[in-house]
């Protein structure tokens, strides 16, 4: 429920953005679980390095009427380079910064991939900034979630 919430915020400048059908980049897009967010009549772009999520997405978007993929990318969002330079109304990014290998070449390309006046919403995990036993079992605890959680650096 807290997550819920928090998406919710995150989310709500979509509909506030919204004028018209949006074009939406949602990069690690899974299975979809972030489409009920989106606007009515939002197009996807979905962007993942798993191919098998494919499937999923598109039955997700079978079973929304409002929400429609219109092209999956089998990529890391390090390289986007089948999404066009300036060619999405926003990108949506939940819990993916934590497995590239490159973040910094991850939000250049979201930049590339914007329109002008484009937005860039991200819903992340980070690093505790300033407890220091936090900090300790984040570290400790990164080689689990590494493994365990398709590459997620907890320590970030």
Known sequence: KKFRGLKDDVF???TRQQNGSLQ???IGAGSGAN??????GSSVICVDPNPH???YLKE???SSQDVKVTKFVVSGAENMED???GSVDAVVCTSVLCSVQDVDAV???VKRVLKPGGKFYYFEHVRQPTQARTQYVQELLNPVFFTLGGGCNINR
Not at 35 to 40: G, I, N, S
């Open 12 to 14: 709500l400048g979509l």
């Open 24 to 26: 939406i980049l949602e």
């Open 35 to 40: 489409f009920e967010y989106f606007p009515p």
């Open 53 to 55: 999520f494919e499937h």
């Open 60 to 62: 997700c978007s079978k």
């Open 83 to 85: 999404v066009a330079e």
């Open 107 to 109: 939000l250049r390309e």
